[in-house]
Structures are given as structure tokens and as C-alpha cells.
């Protein structure tokens, strides 16, 4: 799944690009260092694993992958084969949550469903960048062309979507469609939430992307406005080989799973490695989950990004995720101990 930007950086809350440049260390761990590990639902992470091992190349993921068929115990599997390793740069761990949006739209458009979610023109593909959002909205020039995936029943919403990248749009029958990200105008994303601390209208620490939405409904002319100051616009593709009742998919292009999938930065952490996330804050977290997606804001060894689910509730679990903690990568066996220096071997 990619995703433009997400719900954070939307808000505000996430000002700093990439992290600073700093050597990377590897700590090889035991298990009995990771807190919370004896209490776990390894059989649920070992599932999540399976859906993504088979894409590994390299022949010791390979001989894993064919290894988790035939064990019986999930928690001895990943004992025996990998071993846990500690990934630091430097920089502050954090983590934070995503999802998958999910808005009431129609395959025709109505008096009520009047904002199309649009496949990316020609024109888009073929240019580093194009027309502006406001470009887009205000000039015609998508009418007429037959680009159109569907339409959906919120301005503010359809917004939020793109900078998610992917969602479910639920028809009147009760069924769903889904779309994921399919190009963009090739603008920057410039963040509405900072443009309204900008204004004067909102201190930093009140942003989220709840107090922007409500907003935006509150003042509809200048909320209009103001989601126009994001010059970034993005296309859709429909997804339908994807159940409505699984996840998303992810960089992998597999489903992810609730709060067993994980973005990562795979500079450093491979995509499908287990991943033992210890997430401190308000509600701690002690978890395995499988590294199966990136994102934009997703920069350093120690940054990860909580996949939450799909819909509202989904969304405002995620949007209040911004806890420290430490994240710790299991490798094969030979794997982790090559990348040690060779003084510590």
C-alpha cells in the first residue's frame, strides 16, 4: 500500500523529514529479553508470517518460509530459526498507527454522492508533475472522460483518503468496493494542519486530523479552501481481487492484518521479517507482528507504523498513536550473526 502521506503528517504532527545520518549498530538479543515475549500469540503471528514468507528470494528466508508449514509450535518455531536483533541509527524510536478509511459512495453519481474518486488521466502518467488540486477541482478538466471509479458523499473525506493512499468505499447494496493508490499529480504534499497553526487558528499540540475535519465541515468555503492548499492530488485503481473482509494490500501487495502488520523502512528492517514491537505510552504494547508495508514518513531503524484496521474507529485509534518503545527484528540465524563487526565475532 502506498500511501502519500498519512493521517499524521496530515495533522501536523510529524514536522521532521528524514532522520539524521548516524552509524547503525546490531545488538543481538536473547529472547528472554524481549518483554512480554512467554505471553504472546505466536500462532496468530506465525499465521501473518506465512502470508508474506513466500516472496522472500534469498534461500535462508526461503528454507523458513518452507520450515513454518511443519511446525507445531509456533513459539518454538521462531525460537529455533531466528534470532532476535536490535536495529539502532541513532535516532528516537516512535510509532504510530494507520488504517484503511472507509467512505459511503455509489458507482453513479447522486444528489448526495457527488465527489469522484478518479483513475489517473494519461496526461498525469506521463509528466513529473501536472495540474495542481485546485487545477483539478475547478478547471473541467476531468469531466466528460469516463475516469471515474465512484463517488463518494464527503468532500473532506475523499481528502483524507488520499493521503491514505487506499480504502473501501461501501456501496447502497451493502457491498464494497475498494481502491488503492493509483498515481498523483507529482505536486508535494503540503500539510494542511501546519497551514491552520500557520493561521493563528490552532496551536501545534491542538491539530488532529478529527479537529481539521470538523473544521473544514464547520466553515465549508474556506475549508474548501484551505484543503486547496495542498497542491498534492492522488489517483485511485480499483483493488477487487481483494476481499472486503481482509486487509488492504500492503508493499508486499498481500493483505495486511490488524494489529499484526507493520511499515517499516526496509533500508533496515527486511519486508516480511518478524518484528517484536515493545510500544510504551498510554496503552502499552507487546506484540510480534510481520513487517509487510512502507510509507513516506516511515524513516529509520527504529520507526514503525501500527496497522489499525479499517473504518472510523480504526482512524481515531491510530490518530492518537505517538508512543517511544523499542522495536526488535528477527533474523535467520546466520543471518543476524553476519551482520555483526568482526570484533565482537
Known amino acids: 500500500m502506498i500511501r502519500w502521506f498519512r493521517a499524521a503528517v496530515c495533522a501536523g504532527l510529524v514536522l521532521s523529514s528524514a532522520p539524521a545520518m548516524s552509524e547503525t549498530t546490531y545488538t543481538i538479543l536473547d529472547f528472554s529479553d524481549l518483554d512480554g515475549w512467554s505471553v504472546d500469540d505466536h500462532a496468530a503471528a506465525l499465521d501473518v508470517f506465512r502470508n508474506t514468507c513466500m516472496d522472500f528470494d534469498a534461500p535462508d528466508w526461503q528454507s523458513l518460509c518452507a520450515a513454518a508449514e511443519d511446525f507445531s509450535d509456533p513459539k518454538q518455531f521462531f525460537e529455533l530459526l531466528f534470532r532476535p536483533v536490535l536495529i539502532e541509527d541513532g535516532n528516537d524510536p516512535l510509532f504510530t498507527g494507520y488504517f484503511e478509511p472507509e467512505l459511503d459512495g455509489a458507482l453513479r453519481p447522486t444528489a448526495r454522492y457527488r465527489y469522484p474518486l478518479y483513475r489517473t488521466p494519461p496526461e498525469a502518467r506521463a509528466q513529473s508533475q501536472w495540474l495542481s488540486r485546485r487545477q483539478i477541482e475547478t478547471s473541467g478538466v476531468m469531466d466528460g472522460r469516463g475516469l471515474e471509479i465512484a463517488w463518494v458523499d464527503d468532500s473532506v473525506e475523499l481528502f483524507f483518503l488520499q493521503i491514505q493512499g487506499s480504502g473501501r468505499v461501501k456501496l447502497p447494496d451493502g457491498s464494497y468496493l475498494r481502491v488503492g493508490y493509483g498515481g498523483s499529480n507529482g505536486h508535494p504534499y503540503r500539510s494542511i494542519g501546519v497551514e491552520l497553526v500557520r493561521r493563528g487558528v490552532y496551536s501545534s499540540h491542538q491539530v488532529s486530523a478529527q479537529v481539521i475535519k470538523n473544521w473544514v465541515r464547520r466553515n465549508p468555503v474556506d475549508g474548501a479552501e484551505l484543503l486547496r492548499h495542498n497542491d498534492s492530488y492522488v489517483f485511485f485503481r480499483e483493488v477487487s481481487r481483494v476481499p472486503a473482509d481482509r486487509g488492504p494490500l500492503g508493499a508486499m501487495n498481500r493483505s495486511i492484518t490488524t494489529m499484526r502488520s507493520i511499515a517499516v523502512d526496509p533500508k533496515f528492517t527486511p519486508l516480511g521479517a518478524p518484528v517484536w514491537v515493545e510500544k510504551d505510552g498510554e496503552n502499552p ?57 568482526e570484533a565482537v565475532l
Open 285 to 341: 504494547l507487546r506484540r510480534l507482528m510481520i513487517a509487510q508495508d512502507t510509507g513516506s514518513a516511515i524513516k529509520g531503524a527504529q520507526r514503525a507504523d501500527i496497522f489499525f484496521g479499517t473504518g472510523d474507529q480504526a482512524g481515531r485509534d491510530a490518530g492518537r498513536l505517538k508512543d517511544n518503545g523499542r522495536m526488535i527484528v528477527l533474523l535467520p540465524i546466520q543471518r543476524a550473526y553476519a551482520m555483526l563487526p
